[in-house]
Structures are given as structure tokens and as C-alpha cells.
């Protein structure tokens, strides 16, 4: 095995409502894999962590923000080079706390949905952040 054994992590996709549907919180990565692409919040699973409590732990690490969990949305092997990534993608309200870029996030900043999409280079981060909107970016759902 070229990589060594894959390593588990959660992302998220934070939503809040926005002027004309859910907004997305994205994050420029600042290191690899994907350095200076945008992306979802989201790191590593520590020892003895629930996967859902690493995604909400990495929101705020990385954006500043609190979020509560809405949902699992799917379970994606991200293969970068010589890396196995299992990411456990959740979809997450936004619930307070002002956004700024921390840990090993270069910019973080809510976008409306389709700017989001479009920002993203990776097509399984499109796919799962319009998975999110499909089942939780109606507005009755991003409000506390």
C-alpha cells in the first residue's frame, strides 16, 4: 500500500440563509492536498472522537463559526497523491460566531449557493454541497 492506512476526517457544509436561498461557508485551503483551492471546512478525526464532534470542532477551528449538525450527507474517499482521505461530509446550520479564517484555512467566507459550486474546483465537493442544499437549504431548516 503506497499511502498507508486511510485516514478518517469529517467535512462540513455549513448553510445559512442568504438573499436568495442558503449561503455556503467555504474555505481556502492553505495547505495540501488542494493548497489555495476553496473548499469545505473540515480536518482529521482525533482518537476517541464522534465524527459529527470533528466536523463542528474543525468549523470552528478553521472559520470561527458554530454550527449544529443537520445531517450526514455521504461518506467520500478523497485519493490525493500518496493520501487515502475518508471524509464523512455533514451538512451543518450556522448559528453564530463571526467568520474568519483560522488553523490551516488561508480566507473563509459565506457564498450564495451557485457562487460556492463554482468556486470549487474538486467535483465531489460540488456534489456534495448541492446534496446539502437538495435536502437541507430550504429556509425552515437554517433557521434555529
Known amino acids: 500500500m503506497a499511502g498507508g492506512i486511510p485516514q478518517p476526517c469529517a467535512g462540513v457544509v455549513c448553510l445559512r440563509p442568504g438573499a436568495e436561498g442558503p449561503d455556503v ?3 481556502r485551503r492553505g495547505k ?3 493548497e489555495g483551492e476553496w473548499s ?3 480536518g482529521r478525526i482525533e482518537w476517541g472522537e464522534r465524527a459529527a464532534d470533528a466536523a463542528l470542532r474543525e468549523l ?3 472559520t470561527g463559526a458554530r454550527g449544529e449538525v443537520l445531517g450526514l450527507l455521504d461518506v467520500v474517499d478523497g485519493l ?3 493520501r487515502h482521505y475518508v471524509l464523512v461530509d455533514y451538512a451543518v446550520r450556522w448559528i453564530s460566531g463571526d467568520i474568519q479564517a483560522g488553523d490551516d484555512a488561508t480566507e473563509a467566507a459565506f457564498w450564495p449557493a451557485d457562487q460556492a459550486i463554482e468556486l470549487v474546483q474538486w467535483s465531489e465537493t460540488r456534489r456534495i454541497i448541492a446534496l446539502a442544499i437538495e435536502r437541507f437549504g430550504d ?3 437554517l433557521t434555529p
Do not use: H
Open 32 to 34: 495540501p492536498p488542494r
Open 60 to 62: 470552528q477551528e478553521e
Open 139 to 141: 429556509g425552515a431548516k
Open 40 to 42: 469545505l471546512p473540515g
Open 80 to 82: 490525493f497523491g500518496v
Open 25 to 27: 461557508l467555504l474555505i
